[in-house]
């Protein structure tokens, strides 16, 4: 594979499922150039929320973020594509959708701290993108494809 493969955890949250938002979401990460190889509706239970947040366990929202997240189902995604985890991250926005510019889906779709509609694996915690990828995605469950249309994203892809 190429330098092209960098791989990332996303993941629509239940507010963003319940407000009929992963259309939109996709259609973003579509729209840059990045590829879909997995993709989940599921619901998410206490011993999975634990173990994805538990860098945050014993922080005073973190009750409160496991009980949002096991709310009602997710959409569960692997993207990939150059740099896809940190372009992903910047796609977002802050942690916070009041801190986010326009353009980005935190920035246009959220105004709440608590329900901030995305999850991304974070660019700055090193092999994060692969850790969550591996608790959410057994292997058999992640396609590789070709985009036909990768010649005209990336300048060095054969045409
Ligand atoms: P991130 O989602 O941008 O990576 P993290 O700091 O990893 O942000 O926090 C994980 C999630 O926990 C956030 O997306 C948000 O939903 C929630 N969260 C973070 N900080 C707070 C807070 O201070 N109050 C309430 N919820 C928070
Ligand atoms: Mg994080």
Redesign the pocket.
């Known amino acids: 594979m190429s330098h092209h493969d960098e791989r990332t955890f996303v993941m629509v949250k239940p507010d963003g499922v319940q407000r009929g938002l992963i259309g939109d979401i996709v259609a973003r990460f579509e729209d840059r150039g990045l590829k879909m190889v997995g993709g989940k509706f599921m619901q998410i239970d206490e011993e999975l929320a634990h173990e994805h947040?538990g860098e945050?366990e014993g922080k005073p929202?973190f009750d409160?973020?496991v009980d949002f997240i096991t709310s009602g189902p997710v959409f569960a995604m692997v993207w990939e594509g150059a740099d896809a985890t940190r372009q992903v991250r910047q796609m977002m926005g802050e942690?916070d959708p009041a801190e986010s510019a326009p353009g980005t889906i935190r920035g246009d779709l959220g105004l709440d701290?608590?329900q901030?509609v995305i999850?991304g694996s974070?660019h700055e915690d090193e092999g994060a993108n692969e850790r969550e990828i591996e608790l959410f995605f057994d292997e058999d469950e992640l396609v590789e494809w070709d985009q036909t249309d990768a010649v005209w994203v990336y300048e060095d892809e054969d045409h």
């Open positions: 947040y945050h929202f409160g973020l942690t701290l608590g901030n999850h974070d």
